[in-house]
């Protein structure tokens, strides 16, 4: 399991606590002692695909949006930002999940088009060179007046799941819905080349 967290930790001989993903592994009735991954930029929202590599809201040369690091034989290499359209410049973008086979990645923006000032949920698609398509939102069925963020899709892919502000602030509900939509958008996109 990844996580973020501000607990303590020791990096490059520093006791720190600034946000930082962190890692921990089931073992049988209990969970093993977290361990801080190194991948130097990376601090919120961890995602993982199947191969490994880590998608997450991080900094990379001042720039502040959705990164992703490679794993190259266990270790986390640097944190790259995602271009546009992922990251749209002057916008947050923020709270990635990316699918295990690296195929789609959602997100929340609050960039033109969004409902609500803090953000909706978007969607991208990346093909097989590293090209990322459009960005959509995802509606009304979805989006709403409200916030919408962490979004998050079941391992069997048939579920999607995300949180939306209600009053008093800073209150969520967490909502679910068929997934299966995200096929039907794919159906009609285009990539950035």
């Known amino acids: 399991m990844y996580f973020g967290s501000k607990r303590p930790k020791l990096i490059y001989d520093t006791l720190n606590t600034n946000l ?25 929202t961890p995602s993982q695909t199947r191969d490994g590599t880590c998608y997450f809201l991080g900094r990379v040369d001042g720039q502040v949006g959705i990164c992703r690091s490679k794993q190259v034989e266990g270790a986390y290499q640097p944190a790259e ?63 709403s007046d409200k916030q919408e963020r962490f979004p998050g899709i079941s391992p069997d892919g048939k579920y999607l799941f995300f949180t939306r502000w209600h009053s008093p602030p800073h209150h969520h ?21």
């Not at 049988?28 to 930029?41: A, G, H, Y």
């Not at 947050?92 to 929340?108: G, M, T």
């Open 20 to 44: 930082a993903i962190w890692r921990t592994e089931r073992q049988r009735e209990s969970w093993r002692e977290p361990k801080v991954v190194d991948n130097q930029q990376g601090f919120w």
């Open 81 to 143: 930002l995602l271009p546009e359209p992922v990251n749209l410049e002057g916008y947050r973008n923020v709270y990635p999940f990316i699918s295990s086979d690296e195929s789609f990645l959602l997100f929340a923006s609050n960039r033109p088009g969004s409902k609500d000032d803090y953000g909706d949920l978007y969607i991208c698609f990346r093909d097989d060179k590293d090209n990322w398509s459009k960005v959509i939102a995802l509606g009304n069925t979805v989006n």
């Open 173 to 193: 509900d967490l909502y679910w819905m068929d997934a299966g939509f995200i096929r039907e958008l794919k159906k009609h996109l285009s990539f950035q080349v």
